[in-house]
Each structure stands twice: as C-alpha cells, then as structure tokens.
C-alpha cells in the first residue's frame, strides 16, 4: 500500500487520436474559442484551490505538440505519455504519480473542454466517505432499441449519463487498474469492477463532450465572448547609463531610464492596460516596487504574467496598441523590432500589436528629454458564460 500525501492531482487522458469530429487533427487540439480543448480542459483544474498537481497524459511523441497547445499552462502541468487504449493511458497516468502519491485524484477527458468549478466542489466532497464519485445527469429522453425499426422500449429509469471528472481514492483506483481487464469504458467501471463503490452525483450540462464536428459548432455558441479594453500608463525619468529598455528592447542611448525594475515604460504601460482589462489590480500589486526580488528584473517576467492570467481566465489577448512619448532616442528605427518582441511574450494569445511613437512638440517633462512617457491598450476576449469560474 502506497502512502498517499492529503494532496489531490487531477489526471487528464488526452492520447486518443479521435477522428469523429471529420479532421485529421486529435480533437483535443483543435480549437474552440482561440483555445485547444486540451488547454481549456486542463485550465479549471490548474485554476481550482485544493487541487495541488495536474498531470496530462499524451500519445507517446505528442509532449511538445500538447506543450504548445496548452500555452502558458504548460509551465503549470507535468506531461506524460500514455497507451493505446485510454484505459492503459489513464494506468500510466496513476504511476506517474505514485512517486508523490495523492490521497485522491481526478481523472478527466480532454474532450470535455468545459469543467464548471461547482461540478469539481461535488465529486471532491462525495470524496469524504466513499472510494470513488461519478458526476452523472439523468436520461429524460424516451428510449428505444432497434436497428432499422423499433423493437423494444428500453426503461429509462436508473439510467444516467456519466461524465468527467471522476474522483477516486488513489490507492484504490491504482490497485484496481493493477488487476482490471480491458474492456471497462471509464475509470467508474474499473472501480466497481474490483468491487468498489462508486457514488453518482450530480453532473452539468456545460460538461459536454466534444465528438462530432456538430459538438464543436455548439461550444463555439457556448463560449460567446466578452470583450474588454483596458488602459496603462507609465513613467520614468532619464538617469545613468548607455541604454534604456523599451517594449522589450535594448536601445543605445545617452541615458539610461531610472526605475525598481529595469524601467521599461512600454511594458509596464501594457502590462497594466491587460491587467485592467481583467479586472485584476495593477502591475504594482503583482509586482510590488519595495519588493527585493524585482530590483533590476526584466520586465517580460511582468507581461508575461499578465498573459497568464488572461489564458488561465479562459481569455485572450486580441490586440494591442503602445504610444511612446519622448523626444530622444528616435524609435522609428526600433519599432519592429519592439512589435516582434511583444509579439513572442504574448505568442500564445496571437495578438495584433502596434507601437507607435509621438513627442510632445518640447512641451513638459519629455519635451525637456527628462524621462519617457507610455501610454498603452490592451483589448482581450473572455467567456461571457461562466462555463470554468472564469
């Protein structure tokens, strides 16, 4: 008997080849949304509080192409592979965690994009006192069996339509896998077969399963979108040295820029347009100036963090426009340069990004060249359903 930790670690099957959905790329990384059901998937469980490790588990070969479908989250998960039935994946799942055993895990399909938090909250307390929750909705549908013509009704009563995720004791779900057959079509079947119980509880709707190119078409109409702008502005003033830092970008100069951090004007200004935009304070409360540890620290660490935010929301960021204001050093020769740096801090997210610079006709304190000005915008989409808790 391993002795398990009191963490609980969500396990997520996503090595299927799935081709229902009519394309020759796995569903799990297509998209919905700007998103990969992998990452939207994978999103709820990072984002849940008691929820302490998520492992995905992929086709042998997929590890960089899941890295990269999940985005940002990827720093966040651990991935590993699995084989060629979902049941075998889900067995090599469980021993890649057996180093740092849960007490209970998770296990979910990728193909179910969308985990309300509420749904998660019930399989977790069903949890206190049996081995093994499944979330389930009853069958309301009248049903009947046949091939081209009706033979029989089939009652409907005790009938369900099991979901994911389904939350088992760790032990006993990796002692059940030891012996288990093939043949059990979820993680549910493999418990009950050993023996153990496995309670239902109730499930969502929104935690649909994605099989068909129809599927698709209806979480697209589920995911409608919110579209939010936000503003940031900053400053710093000229001081020693022989560069400045703007938009990512080492520029020679007479000057350099005085600031906790490396007092990149541009960054700090879409740094806070984006976190506006989220509703989520301002780069000084994520990132405090009396802080020792950002004295001098690069300020994509603070973009990037801020493009974090946004994807584990469920959220992208579309667009983005920074105005420089200053008189020297020129920023015509630097500005694509700028553009393309910005652009691979937020890769994940795809933005239109734009930089433009204007002085202030020698008016002010960047008239007098004593420091540089930014002005920013960010505009991101997020869910308009509250479909993950975003």
Same mark, same amino acid.
């Given at each position: 008997?391993?002795?398990?930790?009191?963490?609980?670690?969500?396990?997520?099957?996503?090595?299927?080849?799935?081709?229902?959905?009519?394309?020759?790329?796995?569903?799990?990384?297509?998209?919905?949304?700007?998103?990969? @059901?992998?990452?939207? /998937?994978?999103?709820? &469980? #990072?984002?849940?509080?008691? *929820?302490? =490790? !998520?492992?995905?588990?992929? %086709?042998?070969?997929?590890?960089?192409?899941?890295?990269?479908?999940?985005?940002?989250?990827?720093?966040?998960?651990?991935?590993?592979?699995?084989?060629?039935?979902?049941?075998?994946?889900?067995?090599?799942?469980?021993?890649?965690?057996?180093?740092?055993?849960?007490?209970?895990? @998770?296990?979910?399909? /990728?193909?179910?994009? &969308? #985990?309300?938090?509420?749904? *998660?909250? =019930? !399989?977790?307390?069903?949890? %206190?006192?049996?081995?093994?929750?499944?979330?389930?909705?009853?069958?309301?549908?009248?049903?009947?069996?046949?091939?081209?013509?009706?033979?029989?009704?089939?009652?409907?009563?005790?009938?369900?339509?099991?979901?994911?995720?389904?939350?088992?004791?760790?032990?006993?779900?990796?002692?059940?896998?030891?012996?288990?057959?093939?043949?059990?079509?979820?993680?549910?079947?493999?418990?009950?077969?050993?023996?153990? %119980?496995?309670?239902?509880?109730?499930?969502?709707?929104?935690?649909?399963?994605?099989?068909?190119?129809?599927?698709?078409?209806?979480?697209?109409?589920?995911?409608?979108?919110?579209?939010?702008?936000?503003?940031?502005?900053?400053?710093?003033?000229?001081?020693?040295?022989?560069?400045?830092?703007?938009?990512?970008?080492?520029?020679?100069?007479?000057?350099?820029?005085?600031?906790?951090?490396?007092?990149?004007?541009?960054?700090?200004?879409?740094?806070?347009?984006?976190?506006?935009?989220?509703?989520?304070?301002?780069?000084?409360?994520?990132?405090?100036?009396?802080?020792?540890?950002?004295?001098?620290?690069?300020?994509?660490?603070?973009?990037?963090?801020?493009?974090?935010?946004?994807?584990?929301?469920?959220?992208?960021?579309?667009?983005?426009?920074?105005?420089?204001?200053?008189?020297?050093?020129?920023?015509?020769?630097?500005?694509?340069?700028?553009?393309?740096?910005?652009?691979?801090?937020?890769?994940?997210?795809?933005?239109?990004?734009?930089?433009?610079?204007?002085?202030?006709?020698?008016?002010?304190?960047?008239?007098?060249?004593?420091?540089?000005?930014?002005?920013?915008?960010?505009?991101?989409?997020?869910?308009?359903?509250?479909?993950?808790?975003?």
């Amino acid at each position: 008997m391993i002795t398990p930790s009191r963490a609980i670690a969500a396990l997520i099957v996503a090595a299927g080849r799935g081709t229902r959905t009519g394309s020759k790329i796995p569903k799990q990384y297509r998209e919905v949304g700007g998103k990969s @059901l992998l990452a939207h /998937a994978t999103s709820a &469980f #990072v984002r849940h509080p008691a *929820i302490s =490790r !998520v492992h995905v588990v992929v %086709a042998p070969g997929d590890e960089a192409r899941a890295a990269v479908a999940l985005g940002p989250l990827a720093d966040q998960v651990t991935i590993g592979t699995g084989g060629d039935t979902r049941q075998q994946s889900v067995r090599l799942g469980l021993e890649a965690l057996v180093e740092n055993p849960p007490a209970h895990v @998770l296990v979910h399909d /990728a193909a179910r994009p &969308f #985990v309300p938090p509420e749904l *998660i909250d =019930r !399989v977790l307390a069903a949890l %206190a006192d049996t081995p093994g929750a499944c979330p389930a909705l009853p069958v309301v549908d009248s049903l009947r069996r046949g091939t081209d013509h009706i033979e029989a009704e089939v009652d409907r009563q005790h009938l369900w339509r099991v979901q994911t995720p389904q939350g088992f004791d760790f032990n006993a779900l990796l002692s059940a896998h030891a012996m288990a057959t093939q043949g059990a079509t979820d993680d549910a079947e493999v418990l009950r077969q050993a023996g153990l %119980a496995v309670r239902l509880v109730k499930g969502d709707e929104r935690a649909m399963k994605i099989t068909g190119p129809e599927d698709f078409a209806a979480a697209e109409r589920m995911l409608a979108m919110d579209t939010r702008v936000g503003m940031g502005f900053d400053v710093h003033r000229f001081g020693p040295g022989d560069h400045i830092w703007l938009c990512g970008v080492a520029i020679p100069h007479t000057h350099g820029l005085v600031g906790h951090s490396d007092a990149d004007a541009g960054l700090h200004a879409l740094t806070d347009a984006i976190l506006g935009a989220l509703g989520d304070g301002d780069i000084g409360q994520h990132f405090p100036p009396g802080d020792p540890q950002w004295k001098g620290a690069s300020s994509d660490r603070f973009l990037a963090h801020a493009a974090r935010l946004v994807a584990a929301a469920g959220g992208r960021i579309v667009h983005c426009d920074v105005t420089l204001i200053c008189e020297s050093p020129k920023i015509g020769p630097w500005r694509d340069r700028m553009t393309a740096r910005v652009a691979e801090i937020l890769s994940f997210h795809r933005p239109i990004t734009s930089i433009k610079a204007t002085t202030t006709e020698g008016l002010g304190f960047a008239g007098r060249r004593e420091g540089i000005a930014a002005q920013a915008a960010a505009t991101i989409r997020l869910p308009a359903l509250d479909i993950t808790g975003s």
